[in-house]
């Protein structure tokens, strides 16, 4: 059983077991000797308790865990030992000694270097991290900022997320050299000498020392990173299984800092894309863009563009922040929380986006809910014994090449009025027993109700002109375009006359269903042909017709033969003969005899 000991260092409470806490008390009163007619001696002592007190927090796993004096042996390790520490020591001749050589290699840590900062210090934090001159970095900012645009939100997040290096352990992992009391001795002493410099001499004389340092810290580090790799193996309080493990999970930390920058580049390209969307889509009702005015034309529910574009930045943009923000976790360690409030602030405004686009969703969708007709029918003076062509007219306006299709433009028509424009024409021929010939136009669009979708059907434009024996269909329909895009559709039925004569033009091919069916007798491949209308159906009068085959067979054997041509099929065999040609069939055996003619049929048995 041990006695355990409360203690508050730098802030932070910690249990000690009282072995452990008599050597730390040791270890602190040695270092404070050490700095007795040091210049800043009491923000140096400052700055070791509290890293010490930071190295002690990431060895306990919860508060009520008791530092031991492993613990402590570990933490002098790290930060190394002022002489008095070694002589105090070994007044205790009872306890074994410990050797202080090993060292942990340097960490950089990313943070805000103020020091050197022109703006937040995000430049000079990042070339650190690196291992490069500063300039180089802001070069970069430069370019994402004029380039592509994406610098400034960049610089933003990394300015809310990365925590500026106050304290002087932090400027010294930030700068990838191990957090020792000598450094933090030698950090504290220089800026008391620089404080006596004038204020330019010490922008130039930290530019130039940042660079030199950056340098001798980039290959600092490769080759302590060596040296660790070395000591690691010839270490004889390891096994081969600790190194093995260290190993994989080196490999395993590279890979994870591999899926932190994937993750990381996707959710910055998607937040900066949906910026820019959102942006676009916005302003779309306060500022002209050529081609985001359809936007409008489809939004039959007339919600506002920039709300349905805040809902979907919203909804699609706070997932990819955070999966930007897990990326950045990944790669950088000491990364700054945003904190529960915001998360919970965004959590909220993504569920508020979400259902408010469902709504929104459901609204668009009602618009097309009732799908509704008018018709209106007109005669022709087209009788029995006439003929009837047809063709596609154009507009100079919407020029659709006489080519049906399901798509729309927006333009203005001769009054200077914007107009849906459309080529969803079908064309219907079916015969009749009246005597003159007939032409209906169906005119359909969708609502969210029966008055909405009429009214929107009668409000669709279209037009056709007949003199003598020509029938002169628009290829389009127009329709305001206060009456948005509701599938409108039009749908020309002719009613021709039987024995009447109808020729459709190349032009109408598209127009006309590719098969017949439900009272249709028209299809697109009846095109260019004069065709007579029957009782329902028509007779193509100017089509090739078809030569009969002239496939010839003639196989003969011992006991059998078979022989067709033009004349017809001859079948023999020892048994049975069969013979089929223009005049009918017949055939015969042993027995009896079979012909099958204009006359009937005559069946004789040769017994009689």
């Known amino acids: 059983m041990n006695k355990t000991v409360n203690i508050n260092l730098a802030g932070i409470f910690f249990h000690i077991d009282e072995d452990a ?34 190295l002690f927090n990431d060895r306990v796993q919860n508060n009520k865990e008791v ?81 592509a645009g994406t610098g400034i939100l960049l610089y933003i997040l990394l300015w809310v997320l990365v925590p500026e290096a106050k304290t002087t352990a932090e400027k010294i992992m930030m700068t990838g050299e191990p957090v020792t009391i000598s450094n933090i001795e030698k950090k504290i002493k220089d800026g008391f000498e620089n404080v006596t410099d004038v204020a330019k001499n010490v922008t130039d004389s930290v530019g130039a020392a940042a660079k030199n340092v950056s340098d001798s810290v980039s290959n600092a580090a490769k080759n302590v990173d060596f040296q660790k790799q070395g000591s690691k193996i010839k270490s004889s309080s390891k096994t081969f299984f600790d190194t093995l493990g260290e190993v994989i999970m080196f490999f395993f930390k590279v890979f994870a800092k591999f899926i932190g920058v994937i993750l990381m580049f996707t959710g910055a390209i998607a937040i900066i894309s949906l910026i820019i969307a959102l942006f676009s889509l916005g302003v779309v009702n306060v500022i002209h863009i050529p081609g985001l005015d359809l936007v409008d034309i489809v939004n039959a529910g007339n919600t506002p563009v ?119 024409i079908r064309i219907i021929v079916k015969s009749t027993t009246d005597s003159l010939a007939k032409i209906g136009i169906e005119k359909s669009a969708d609502g969210s109700n029966y008055e909405k979708a009429i009214e929107r059907a009668k409000n669709i434009s279209y037009n056709y002109a007949f003199n003598g024996n020509e029938l002169l269909l628009d290829s389009y329909l127009a329709t305001p375009a206060e009456n948005k895009f ?123």
């Open 67 to 147: 530092i031991r004096i492993k613990e402590v042996d570990e933490v002098i390790s790290i930060m190394g030992q002022p002489e008095d520490y070694l002589v105090d020591d070994e007044i205790f001749e009872d306890e074994p000694q410990t050797s202080y050589k090993r060292r942990t290699s340097p960490s950089k840590k990313l943070f805000r270097d103020t020091d050197n900062s022109y703006v937040g210090g995000v430049s000079s934090g990042l070339a650190h991290y690196f291992g490069i001159d500063t300039i180089w970095i802001r070069l970069a900012w430069i370019i994402l900022i004029f380039g």
């Open 486 to 608: 509701s599938d409108q559709e039009i749908v020309v039925i002719l009613y021709l006359p039987e024995g009447s004569i109808a020729n459709f033009g190349n032009t109408t091919k598209s127009f006309l269903n590719y098969r017949t069916y439900n009272g249709n007798i028209v299809s697109s491949g009846d095109t260019n042909h004069y065709l007579q209308i029957t009782d329902g159906g028509i007779t193509c009068l100017d089509c090739p017709v078809e030569k009969p085959s002239s496939i010839k067979i003639d196989i003969h054997d011992d006991d059998s033969s078979v022989k067709l041509d033009s004349t017809g099929l001859e079948i023999k065999d020892d048994d049975v003969s069969i013979k089929v040609d223009a005049k009918g069939l017949s055939g015969e055996d042993d027995a009896i005899k079979v012909k099958i003619d204009s006359d009937g049929i005559n069946i004789k048995s040769k017994d009689n």
């Open 21 to 54: 806490y008599l050597k730390l008390q040791r270890y602190l009163e040695a270092i404070k000797r050490s700095f007795t007619d040091s210049q800043g001696r009491s923000e140096i002592i400052s700055d070791i308790e509290a890293r010490i007190a930071e």
């Open 306 to 424: 920039w709300l349905v574009s805040l809902f979907t930045f919203f909804t699609v943009g706070i997932p990819f922040f955070f999966l930007f923000y897990l990326g950045l976790k990944i790669l950088i360690n000491n990364l700054k929380s945003i904190g529960n409030i915001a998360k919970f602030t965004l959590l909220g405004l993504w569920l508020i986006s979400t259902i408010g686009l469902v709504v929104i969703g459901i609204r668009q969708a009602s618009e097309h809910a009732f799908n509704e007709r008018v018709i209106a029918k007109q005669e022709l003076n087209i009788t029995a014994n006439d003929t009837l062509k047809i063709k596609m007219a154009e507009n100079d306006l919407y020029m659709n090449s006489y080519y049906r299709n399901n798509s729309f433009k927006v333009l203005n028509n001769e009054n200077g009025e914007k107009t849906i424009y459309r080529s969803d």
